[in-house]
């Protein structure tokens, strides 16, 4: 006969970040809330105690987003747009070497739509 585990017992899911830019916010992260854990769904740095360099990275990377992708038009330029994959998925890497202890990345951008 099996052993019975007990809610308490069982241990939460693994968390997984998504990534991706959106309009008027200050960081790229997002977070679906679980039954174990409600996080609200947007988030930043300090939800996953990222590091102060990464947190800049991040709000720099997004802010590079609002500055030269326009949502009716697309981007200024596709330097630019090339510039922005790139550094996302720089960032995306040192992201995924911070929490990988606790978590996933799940890029949501560009090209990229699978962890990492």
């Known amino acids: 006969m099996g052993t019975v585990q007990h809610m308490d017992q069982i241990p939460p899911p693994r968390r997984v970040i998504r990534l991706f830019p959106d309009y008027s916010r200050d960081y790229p992260l997002w977070e679906n809330s679980t039954p174990t854990r409600d996080v609200g769904y947007t988030t930043n740095p300090d939800t996953y105690g990222l590091s102060k360099e990464l947190g800049e990275d991040l709000a720099g990377w997004q802010a590079f987003f609002e500055e030269h992708a326009n949502p009716f038009e697309g981007w200024d330029t596709d330097a630019n747009l090339q510039k ?24 949501e951008f560009g090209p990229w739509r699978d962890k990492l």
């Open 84 to 107: 922005w994959l790139r550094d996302g998925e720089w960032i995306a890497r040192r992201l995924q070497d911070e929490v990988q202890s606790f978590a996933d990345v799940q890029l």
